[in-house]
């Protein structure tokens, strides 16, 4: 089994003048052009369970999608939404979102739709159960919806839920890694905030200097801890010449030459000063009280350090740096939509319902109020949407650029897709903050690693 991987070399402007880019990973032989669940009938009344990350963080996230729904019961007054937020204690309340579906699975009442991070894919397919959308409702509706009224999705954002020729899900938010970067401190630091780093030396050496002229932190990678999951991390290594996993599936690589490459890098910052020891909400929340002169992250803590950065210091953001010539590839955070239940009648609900998360109206309000890309990108070049919006927010631009060189977040195979996932990120962050061994860590990770794989 494997996923449909969006052709690379696709020029982001050239897919803008196009009215039909990048149609997914379906053909017609592969699946129905009409739907096999009914519509609803005018009166007909239906309840569903949403569940979501987004409920699990305060301010921006909960407000925006309370706002979403609302605007959504409204639409639809026949089809009352539920909303939750995994069960669990984690301080990212996504990892929660597997084990809390599970549980409930278990229980007989699992939620009818979910978003569900894109590294959780395979499992999402294979274990939880998620329906292939073009075979409940036709090719040609999930095609429309990724073509929408007036804005397409970004060729490369609407394959990132398919596989083996199906459409699972729909790509709902996501980022690419983004160098936020403090320019009050650049300055401080006698840098020019106009020229921000293009590689990672010339990181360090900005990350020193910012050290040691202000006594602040130089930079933070939210690459590095399992808490921070593993997509940054894998940009790292892709930037890198490596990959995490084989393009096959069946081999762990992460203690190959790349991967070790990064880690050294990263230990180098901890080990010169120029990034300081923090957990991952530690160090996006010190770079928010500018306190950190720069900060790979995605932009779902963008309004987070807007709301910091005002009035108090300048926020500024560039593309993710490179390791020396070779090209950055940044590879996407975030989750899709997927519907789980069997229920007909719920399943059209729930399709209603990620239409409408996928919306141009709603990718207004994600994207003003939280920061996320919109999908939907050709958005923020009409000044009747989100142009004239995203002209007075240059934080978007490095963001949208990166589309164009994008490459999917793989999820890990097979059932124990987390402790592999987790043991590589456990001995990534050990080398980077306790100082150990990049190769023989990296090696003893992937020999336990490669032990949970399942049989080709």
């Known amino acids: 089994m494997k996923r449909t991987v969006p052709v690379l070399g696709l020029v982001f402007a050239a897919c803008l003048a196009l009215t039909s880019c990048g149609l997914g990973g379906t053909t017609a032989t592969e699946t129905t052009a009409t739907s096999q669940v009914p519509e609803l009938g005018p009166d007909q009344k239906v309840s569903i369970v949403f569940e979501s990350y987004n409920y ?3 301010g921006a996230w909960t407000d925006t999608f309370n706002a979403l729904i609302a605007d959504f019961s409204k639409k639809f007054p026949n089809i009352k939404v539920t909303a939750q937020k995994p069960q669990g204690n984690s301080p990212n309340p996504a990892s929660d979102t597997i084990s809390s579906i599970q549980n409930q699975i278990v229980a007989g009442s699992p939620p009818d739709v979910a978003q569900l991070g894109f590294s959780d894919l395979d499992f999402t397919i294979h274990q939880l159960g998620a329906k292939p959308l073009d075979t409940l409702f036709g090719k040609q509706a999930v095609q429309a919806n990724f073509d929408g009224q007036r ?18 899900g729909v790509p709902f938010v996501f980022s690419t890694p983004v160098l936020y970067y403090n320019a009050s401190l650049f300055t401080a630091a006698g840098l020019d905030p106009a020229k921000p780093p293009v590689t990672w030396a010339e990181v360090a050496a900005d990350a020193k200097a910012i050290n040691a002229k202000t006594g602040q932190g130089g930079v933070y990678l939210d690459c590095l801890t399992k808490s ?3 997509w940054c991390f894998q940009s790292l290594v892709r930037s890198n010449g490596g990959r995490v996993i084989s393009e096959d599936r069946h081999t762990l690589t992460y203690a190959d030459a790349p991967s070790v ?17 923090l957990a991952q909400k530690q160090g996006y929340e010190a770079f928010a009280r500018g306190e ?14 807007v709301a910091g950065a005002r009035d108090k210091w300048d926020l500024r953001a560039a593309a993710m740096p490179r390791f020396g010539d070779k090209p950055p590839v940044p590879t996407n955070s975030g989750a899709g939509l997927h519907i789980l239940t069997g229920d007909p009648a719920k399943q059209r609900a729930a399709w209603e319902l990620i239409k409408y ?7 207004m309000q994600i994207s003003k109020n939280i920061g996320y890309l919109p999908l939907r990108s050709e958005m923020v070049t009409d000044t009747s949407v989100l142009g004239a919006w995203a002209s007075q927010n240059p934080l978007l631009t490095p963001n949208i650029a990166q589309l164009a060189t994008m490459e999917p977040w793989v999820s890990m195979p097979g059932n124990d897709y987390l402790q592999i996932r987790d043991g590589m990120m456990d001995a990534v962050e050990s080398v980077v903050f306790q100082g150990k061994d990049a ?12 032990k949970l794989l399942p049989a080709s």
């Open 292 to 305: 950190i002169g720069m900060i790979l992250e995605t932009s779902a803590i963008q309004g987070t350090f």
């Open 357 to 363: 998360l996928t919306s141009e109206e709603s990718y």
């Open 439 to 450: 190769q023989s860590t990296l090696t003893a990770a992937r020999a336990e690693g490669a």
């Open 56 to 58: 699990g963080l305060a």
């Open 151 to 168: 804005f397409h999705f970004h060729p490369r954002a609407r394959v990132l839920d398919d596989w083996d020729g199906h459409t699972y």
């Open 261 to 277: 490459e990064v880690t050294k890098m990263a230990q180098d910052l901890v080990n010169s000063n120029a990034m300081p020891k």
């Open 228 to 230: 921070a999951k593993d």
